[in-house]
């Protein structure tokens, strides 16, 4: 087990002596209202910590890929690396030849793009056609605070309309 003074310097800030459960909410911002509501009424809130629980990962399909749509975002992003070395090339180059150096690189970025973008896109063997973001949310956040600090924390709490606090706290 490690003591304080051995902990990281991220994970020691991240930690709190003895925290105790002063409120469970269905939405962060209800925590986060809980908490501000303490800081409004000069509640040290250096003593509190809103932990996220019950993760769940969603992932949100934001669309069917075909070869044209992989090849064309390729293409996209291709574009952009090579404008970005055309620019660096025409640091080195003649004057007269920059814009065509230029141009040229973007070109070669969107053809060398959209190939990789469909080589990549044909390997999966439509295992996965279709395009979405993800993320790592919480069902339920917790309010923590210290335990020599509980007593005081529930007292105001209390004041807040709609602020429960867990009567396990």
């Keep these: 087990m490690t003591t304080p003074q051995q902990q990281p310097r991220s994970?020691?800030?991240l930690a709190l002596e003895f925290p105790?459960?002063?409120a469970i909410y269905d939405k962060y911002e209800d925590a986060q209202k809980a908490v501000d509501f303490l800081s409004d009424?000069?509640?040290p809130v250096q003593n509190c910590m809103i932990v996220g629980t019950e993760l769940k990962q969603v992932e949100r399909i934001t669309g069917r890929l075909t070869h044209g749509r992989v090849a064309a975002l390729g293409?996209?992003?291709g574009v952009w690396l090579g404008l970005f070395v055309g620019l660096i090339f025409s640091f080195f180059g003649k004057d007269s030849q920059v814009?065509?150096?230029i141009l040229s690189t973007?070109?070669?970025g969107a053809a060398f793009g959209a190939a990789w973008a469909l080589a990549g896109f044909i390997a999966t063997r439509g295992r996965r056609?279709?395009?979405s973001v993800s993320a790592v949310v919480a069902t339920r956040y917790e309010v923590l605070v210290e335990h020599k600090h509980l007593a005081a924390a529930q007292e105001l709490l209390?004041?807040?309309p709609g602020a429960l606090p867990n009567p396990f706290a």
């Design 11 to 13: 994970m020691s800030a």
């Design 20 to 22: 105790q459960s002063l």
């Design 41 to 43: 009424h000069e509640f």
């Design 75 to 77: 293409a996209l992003s």
């Design 99 to 101: 814009l065509g150096m």
């Design 106 to 108: 973007a070109l070669l």
């Design 129 to 131: 056609d279709f395009s």
């Design 158 to 160: 209390r004041q807040l």
